[in-house]
């Protein structure tokens, strides 16, 4: 089941806030090489502290993936606004003293994440919580299960989604 198929979410392809965007949206080209200077201002950091950094700022509204934080740290660091230095096994990214000026600049302004927070729904949340926990059942009883279970499961299921129904039917 899609975010947008819960209570609350979009349909038909037209989203509404706080529905897919639990799954982590998309930037605009750009705003990641800012939302990187902005919290490499704060301190240096690993470029997965920036992704969950990222995801925790805008409530999960915004996860982006290492295909986007690394190139883009690349081009600052191809830009001399970012060095990347080994820590251990890992690489750690700083400013340089060229970035400087511009992060404290961009961090002057709203932050690049603004536009990507997600306003909490505690009901949605927990619908969620709870279809992920179903898909979690339905993947032991695929792989696992004997075909009898599969079809007892196909039956709950179908059950499920009635009850659904029949629970909007009735109204508030």
Same mark, same amino acid.
């Given at each position: 089941?899609?975010?947008?198929?819960?209570?609350?979410?979009?349909?038909?392809?037209?989203?509404?806030?706080?529905?897919?965007?639990?799954?982590?949206?998309?930037?605009?080209?750009?705003?990641?090489?800012?939302?990187?200077?902005?919290?490499?201002?704060?301190?240096?950091?690993?470029?997965?502290?920036?992704?969950?950094?990222?995801?925790?700022?805008?409530?999960?509204?915004?996860?982006?993936?290492?295909?986007?934080?690394?190139?883009?740290?690349?081009?600052?660091?191809?830009?001399?606004?970012?060095?990347?230095?080994?820590?251990?096994? /890992?690489? *750690?990214?700083? %400013?340089? +003293? &060229?970035? @400087?000026?511009?992060? !404290?600049? =961009? $961090?002057?302004?709203?932050?690049?994440?603004?536009?990507?927070?997600?306003?909490?729904?505690?009901?949605?949340?927990?619908?969620?919580?709870?279809?992920?926990?179903?898909?979690?059942?339905?993947?032991?009883?695929?792989?696992?299960?004997?075909?009898?279970?599969?079809? /007892?499961? *196909?039956?709950? %299921?179908? +059950? &499920?989604? @009635?009850?659904?129904? !029949?629970? =909007? $039917?009735?109204?508030?």
């Amino acid at each position: 089941m899609r975010g947008h198929e819960l209570p609350g979410g979009c349909g038909r392809g037209q989203h509404a806030p706080g529905c897919c965007a639990r799954r982590g949206g998309r930037a605009k080209r750009g705003k990641i090489r800012e939302a990187v200077l902005v919290l490499l201002a704060e301190r240096p950091m690993h470029g997965y502290e920036m992704i969950t950094e990222l995801e925790k700022r805008t409530g999960g509204g915004w996860t982006p993936s290492p295909g986007s934080i690394y190139p883009a740290l690349q081009v600052l660091t191809d830009d001399g606004l970012v060095v990347c230095e080994a820590d251990g096994g /890992r690489r *750690r990214y700083a %400013l340089t +003293e &060229a970035g @400087r000026p511009l992060a !404290r600049e =961009l $961090a002057g302004a709203s932050a690049p994440w603004a536009g990507m927070l997600t306003p909490t729904n505690p009901v949605a949340d927990g619908l969620r919580g709870a279809v992920t926990g179903l898909d979690a059942a339905l993947l032991q009883v695929l792989d696992a299960g004997t075909p009898q279970q599969q079809i /007892r499961a *196909r039956e709950v %299921l179908v +059950e &499920a989604r @009635r009850a659904i129904y !029949r629970v =909007l $039917a009735e109204g508030e």
